[in-house]
């Protein structure tokens, strides 16, 4: 994999970093970019974000990284102990070498320019449930938002993007907050489900491997602005698996102007939901669809009903404005949930019976499978006749641990962070 040409662009309403990214497979390079607006700073040219957006895919397809440019030498050891971390979880990643141009005749003057700190605060804000929990409970320290376009909002999809950088400009101007847009590419070309070169590859790769190195790959982009980058949890330390966003990998990829904290692993999601309840504004932008429909909340996926569920244990779904339509909600018994998410009901069901909601109690004791329900068998036999032969779950590769005991280390010092 071979990194060149890195580029500067500003222009008066956003500013560019690029690079050309090849493959030992392509006969071209493609070029990868980063495009921001809301930055207190100009651009600075770096090879260390493309790194970072590159590694695991490199990891995947067992490819060197060949860079022109400085690494920083912070980031370069943390890149060595995430490696180590990743090739122990997954069986299909390998330790690849990274190239560098050795930065020694620099100078002191340059040396100390290249590892100023910037001051700002970012909280990587999807506007979701994590993300929300996280900006509150460090709402002291927090300066900007940062908002990303091409990772979970398609780069394609307009309407989405306009309406979820309008509920966050509501947000950031209500909580007096400066708001850090960024587009990027790094999705479409390093994702195995989105890209169109190199091997095949069944599973998540972006959820399992490389989402939370291409946060932390935006964030060294913006580092001129952005000193510390929060990266909200997505599971509890109860919870730890192998993910591409952990407490025992997020800071491997801080630098020695960035550094990256993964927060909020302390409490589950509907354990959030409710910290968050009474913050109006939060209730009023929240957004949690993964769906990449024009809908800010479509109300119908499994995420959608799970989280207006946690909303209605806690008497705030009225107040959500986000999620207008409620009709899922009725048709609960025919929700089907895949294994791999039951862990988010079983904390649903110890809320309702803590709240005394027996209705909801008994709705989630049928989704769970501890009680029987005829419209649930009725609505799994015509899914079984519509889809013969569908696997419950997504084919992908199983995450190895090669070590029970190096891992529980991790689950250690994880909670120790």
Request: include cysteine.
């Given at each position: 994999?071979?990194?060149?040409?890195?580029?500067?662009?500003?222009t008066?309403?956003?500013?560019?970093l690029?690079a050309?990214?090849?493959?030992?497979s392509?006969?071209?390079?493609?070029a990868?970019?980063f495009r921001?607006?809301?930055?207190?700073t100009?651009?600075r040219?770096?090879?260390?974000?493309f790194?970072?957006?590159?590694?695991?895919?490199?990891?995947l397809?067992?490819?060197?990284?060949?860079?022109?440019?400085?690494l920083?030498?912070?980031l370069?050891?943390?890149?060595?102990?995430g490696?180590?971390?990743?090739?122990?979880?997954?069986?299909?990643?390998?330790?690849?070498?990274?190239?560098?141009?050795?930065?020694?005749?620099k100078?002191?003057?340059?040396?100390?320019?290249?590892?100023?700190?910037?001051?700002?605060v970012?909280?990587?804000?999807?506007?979701?449930v994590?993300?929300?929990?996280s900006?509150?409970k460090?709402?002291?320290?927090?300066?900007h938002?940062?908002?990303?376009?091409?990772f979970?909002i398609?780069l394609?999809?307009?309407?989405?993007?306009?309406?979820t950088?309008n509920?966050?400009?509501?947000?950031?101007?209500?909580?007096?907050?400066?708001?850090?847009?960024?587009?990027t590419?790094?999705r479409?070309?390093?994702?195995?489900?989105?890209r169109?070169w190199?091997?095949?590859?069944?599973?998540?790769?972006?959820?399992?491997c490389?989402?939370?190195?291409?946060?932390?790959a935006?964030?060294?982009?913006?580092?001129?602005?952005?000193?510390?980058?929060?990266?909200?949890a997505t599971?509890t330390?109860?919870q730890?698996?192998?993910?591409?966003?952990?407490?025992?990998?997020?800071?491997?990829?801080?630098?020695?102007?960035?550094?990256?904290?993964?927060?909020g692993?302390?409490?589950?999601?509907?354990?959030?939901?409710?910290?968050?309840?009474?913050?109006?504004?939060a209730?009023?932008?929240?957004?949690?669809?993964?769906?990449?429909?024009?809908?800010?909340?479509?109300c119908?996926?499994?995420?959608?009903?799970?989280?207006?569920i946690?909303?209605?244990?806690?008497?705030?779904?009225?107040r959500a404005?986000?999620?207008?339509?409620?009709?899922?909600?009725?048709?609960?018994h025919?929700?089907?949930?895949?294994p791999?998410?039951?862990?988010?009901?079983e904390?649903?069901l110890?809320?309702?019976?803590?709240f005394?909601?027996?209705?909801?109690v008994h709705?989630?004791?049928?989704?769970?499978?501890?009680?029987?329900?005829?419209e649930?068998a009725?609505?799994?036999g015509?899914?079984?006749?519509?889809?013969?032969?569908?696997?419950?779950?997504?084919?992908?590769?199983?995450?190895?641990?090669r070590?029970?005991?190096k891992?529980?280390t991790?689950?250690q010092?994880?909670?120790?962070?």
């Open positions: 994999m071979q990194i060149t040409n890195v580029t500067t662009l500003e008066e309403e956003w500013s560019e690029a050309h990214i090849k493959p030992v392509e006969a071209e390079p493609m990868l970019y921001f607006t809301g930055l207190d100009p651009i040219s770096a090879i260390d974000p790194v970072l957006a590159c590694l695991q895919i490199s990891m397809e067992q490819e060197t990284i060949e860079s022109a440019g400085d920083d030498p912070v370069v050891d943390g890149l060595a102990r490696q180590e971390v990743q090739t122990e979880w997954f069986d299909y990643l390998t330790t690849t070498p990274i190239v560098r141009v050795s930065a020694e005749e100078g002191a003057e340059a040396g100390a320019a290249a590892t100023a700190r910037a001051d700002a970012a909280c990587c804000f999807s506007g979701g994590d993300s929300w929990y900006l509150i460090n709402r002291e320290s927090v300066t938002l940062l908002l990303i376009r091409g979970d398609d394609k999809n307009h309407r989405l993007w306009d309406e950088l509920h966050a400009r509501q947000v950031a101007e209500a909580l007096g907050l400066r708001l850090i847009t960024c587009e590419n790094i479409s070309i390093a994702d195995p489900r989105h169109r190199g091997r095949p590859f069944d599973g998540d790769f972006w959820g399992q490389l989402h939370g190195a291409a946060l932390a935006v964030g060294h982009a913006a580092s001129d602005t952005i000193g510390t980058l929060i990266v909200p599971h330390i109860e730890f698996k192998p993910w591409g966003s952990s407490p025992a990998l997020d800071s491997h990829w801080s630098g020695s102007r960035l550094t990256i904290v993964h927060d692993c302390e409490l589950d999601r509907v354990q959030k939901v409710f910290e968050i309840a009474d913050h109006a504004v209730i009023q932008n929240l957004r949690v669809c993964h769906n990449n429909t024009t809908e800010l909340n479509c119908r996926c499994e995420k959608c009903i799970r989280t207006m946690a909303l209605k244990l806690c008497g705030a779904l009225h404005t986000t999620f207008p339509d409620h009709h899922a909600l009725a048709k609960l025919r929700l089907d949930v895949p791999h998410l039951l862990h988010h009901y904390a649903l110890s809320a309702a019976e803590e005394g909601n027996r209705e909801m709705v989630l004791e049928v989704i769970l499978g501890r009680r029987f329900s005829v649930r009725v609505a799994t015509i899914r079984a006749l519509r889809h013969p032969g569908r696997r419950r779950d997504p084919v992908q590769k199983a995450p190895v641990v070590s029970a005991e891992t529980s991790k689950r010092d994880a909670g120790a962070d």
